[in-house]
């Protein structure tokens, strides 16, 4: 065996010096801090903003809800009065003797159509109960042809679906 002319520490690789790394050799809670300030102080500044700064408008909802408040109660008393005047006006008289002659009028009109809707509700209570009881174990069924390893394959499940349904149809 022939000797090589390098010497063998010359074939081990050696690791360089490891860089230095201002993550690992400096502390960042500082850095943290300050930001965590910052952001404090904001979030602090925002909601005051929020709150007063953009809205100069709330001290006059306030004043306008007091002075109203006070106005409604200030004619309460007199609320009940003016309703008794206006309907004792012959203007509100004649008002109301139309709206119950107009009433009369289309009276036989309204119970015809409450008889044909309550018609319409007996066909559709009556197909309605069939119909989900046919669709109940046709669904079931399906939920357990999706989820078996059959699904995957998918000749096999759309053939029993349909043999079902062909089933169901001829009854």
């Avoid at 100069?56 to 008794?84: H, N």
């Avoid at 139309?98 to 409450?114: G, W």
């Amino acid at each position: 065996m022939a000797e090589s002319p390098q010497p063998i520490e010359s074939l081990v690789k050696k690791e360089a010096e490891p860089q230095r790394d201002p993550i690992v050799s400096r502390s960042t809670s500082a850095i943290l801090l300050i930001c965590t300030v910052l952001l404090i102080i904001s979030a602090g500044w925002a909601l005051y903003d929020e709150g007063f700064g953009q809205r100069p408008w709330r001290g006059m909802q306030q004043q306008f809800v007091r002075r109203y408040t006070a106005y409604l109660k200030s004619i309460r008393k007199d609320a009940g009065k003016s309703e008794a005047e206006v309907k004792e006006t012959p203007e509100y008289q004649q008002l109301d003797e139309q709206a119950k002659a107009s009433l009369e009028k289309v009276k036989t009109d309204i119970a015809e159509k409450d008889k044909r809707v309550a018609q319409v509700q007996a066909k559709l209570d009556a197909v309605t109960e069939p119909f989900q009881n046919q669709r109940g174990p046709h669904r079931r069924h399906n939920l357990q042809a999706r989820d078996s390893a059959e699904w995957t394959s998918g000749a096999s499940v759309t053939g029993a679906s349909s043999m079902k349904r062909r089933r169901k149809l001829s009854q």
